[in-house]
């Protein structure tokens, strides 16, 4: 089963801000973050005393002297009090997801993915915080030839979403050319997946379809190949981006796991010996037909490379969801 401490990374920050703490991502991160020392303080604006999601992120954290929560939308907090005396921040937070971010949902798109980011960037350059790091996304590329996709290709979003993301680093990039910024790193990550992810995500719903019997929609003919990527490979990557000596700039967190929706449906039947059932669905606009990170620039900067393959990583989140769920079962 794949486990946090497989990657080397130098030594772990003292202190740092976690945004999205509440989340997929922040959480898993805050968590190997704590458990290797550091003290982390995690912002969110989903509040765990009434969000069971967020509740349920948090768990791992819940009790742990290192972490200190902070229910706070970043669009109008204070946040220069939680960058004092910080090594790295790592600004996670966002609204995820293509899909839905068509139509009116886009201010909140905008508010949270730009706006926030405008923030988090003029309050740790006014405190001096040496190191940035920040959630992209592989959705900033669009539509890709079969090659893999290098920081240096022409971005082409095709979603809201992947527009907002790609401002967010342009915005990264335009703020460390000035002379008091801290060392700012957008990490492109490709599709993560595993333990708590997203329940809007597709790996999620094909685990749960095959544990529950549910229907599963498939968006398309399934041929669409995604780079998919272990929770825990994203979060090693991301200390590392804080920790190596020296990082700028973009860097791809992907290059592990292609694999088609079809690919990954036909793994997830065999690991819970239970067919699914499929709900043909039309094609969502924004969608890309491919992603595929080159991950060279990844090794060479921040030594790193994905380690966990997609049989395992399905494997681990398939255990996960059973132990969260009563309804969720294997075949017998
Ligand atoms: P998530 O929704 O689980 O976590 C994001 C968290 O950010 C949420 O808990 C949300 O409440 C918080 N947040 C949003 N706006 C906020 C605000 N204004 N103030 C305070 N908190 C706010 O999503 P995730 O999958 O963990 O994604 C995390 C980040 O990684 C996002 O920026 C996303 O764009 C990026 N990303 C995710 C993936 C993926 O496959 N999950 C891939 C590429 C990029
Ligand atoms: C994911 C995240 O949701 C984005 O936030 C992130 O920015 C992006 O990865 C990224 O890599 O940058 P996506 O690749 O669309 O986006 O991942 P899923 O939401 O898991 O969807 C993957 C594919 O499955 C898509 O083609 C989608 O249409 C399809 N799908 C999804 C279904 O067919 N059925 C579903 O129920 C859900």
Redesign the pocket.
Known sequence: MPQHEQHPTTAAPRRVLV??S?????SHLAHVLVQAGTTVVG????DPATDAT?AA?LSPLSGQPGYVHIT????NCAIEPLLLDADAVFH?????GVRPSWGPQFGDYL???VL?THRVLEASTRIGVPRLVV?????VYGQTANGASVEADRPQPTSPYAVT?LAEEQLCLAYATRPNSPSIVAL??????GPR??AD?FTHRALQAAMTGQPLRLYGDGRQRRDFTYIDDVVAATIAAATVPTAQGVINVGGGSNASLLEVINIVTSLVGRDIQIQQDRARSGDVLLTRADPSRAHEVLGWRPRVDLHNGLHAHMHALAAQAPNYSRAA
């Open positions: 945004t999205g509440a989340g997929f991502i922040g912002v969110d604006r989903r967020a992120n706070a939308d970043l669009i996670i937070a966002g609204v995820p508010a949270s993915n926030t959630a992209s996304s592989s959705s993301k492109r990550y490709f599709t993560v997946y992810q997203r995500m």
